[in-house]
């Protein structure tokens, strides 16, 4: 398992105060108060760990497939009006992802960048309806030759970073890395309504592993 590059800093900072306290706690320094900060800070070196990690994932390959683009639970599925991208009405999947779920974002399907917005905002817990609307947000549209899909980064109440790696004209494959969002967050997807929906509110999702939904020809063929 590696680890996501925006997680080395954190890593190795944290790492390095850990070891000089435990030297200090060895050597007699401080007595019992440094021994609790070396633990501390171990800990935390363990959790920024597995916060950053980076699995590698198998892409379904049938045509057609929409894939996560975030791990953690689906929270909502609704239809609703989404006029910077998509210009009219669509389905939204939306996903929230814990401290504790891979904060890698992924592309749900193969296409062309040919939209990217940032926009700051409030941080809001990001399973409140209205984080869709109020927090800070990045989104990434990708033009596919089935239609438009639209990816939302949302910060949380924790989430103070939002990374987002493909520009305009960058081409996307399938499950290609497109972005990063620290710490605990909610990611939107949005298709068109005649596509196939797949999941139910409440399922576990795994980034660019788990099929969300199917384009309705591939869907039938």
């Not at 497939?65 to 009405?89: C, H, K, N, T, Y």
């Not at 990217?116 to 989104?139: L, M, T």
Request: glycine share 10%; proline share 5%.
């Amino acid at each position: 398992m590696s680890l996501a590059p925006e997680g080395y800093p954190f890593v190795a900072g944290l790492a390095l105060i850990a070891i000089a306290t435990w030297i200090a706690a060895i050597a007699g320094f401080g007595g019992g108060v440094t021994l609790i900060i070396a633990a501390l800070f171990t800990a935390l070196t363990i959790f920024n760990l597995w916060f950053f990690r980076d699995p590698k994932r198998l892409h379904p390959t049938g045509s057609g497939l929409v894939l996560a683009p975030a791990e953690g639970r689906v929270i909502d599925i609704s239809e609703v009006g989404e006029p910077s991208f998509m210009g009219q009405q669509a389905r939204k999947i939306s996903i929230f992802l814990s401290i504790f779920d891979v904060h890698i974002q992924r592309a749900p399907v193969e296409g062309v960048v040919s939209h990217r917005e940032y926009r700051p905002g409030a941080y809001k817990v990001a399973w409140a309806d209205k984080a869709s609307e109020e927090n800070e947000q990045a989104s990434v549209g990708i033009t596919t030759e089935m239609g438009n899909v639209l990816v939302r980064q949302i910060a949380g109440l924790v989430a103070r970073r939002i990374i987002t790696y493909p520009s305009e004209g960058d081409r996307l494959e399938r499950g290609q890395k497109i972005g990063l969002i620290r710490f605990g967050s909610r990611v939107d997807l949005f298709l068109p309504l005649d596509w196939e929906i797949i999941c139910s509110v409440g399922d576990r999702t795994r980034v660019g592993s788990s099929v969300l939904a199917r384009h309705p020809v591939e869907a039938v063929g």
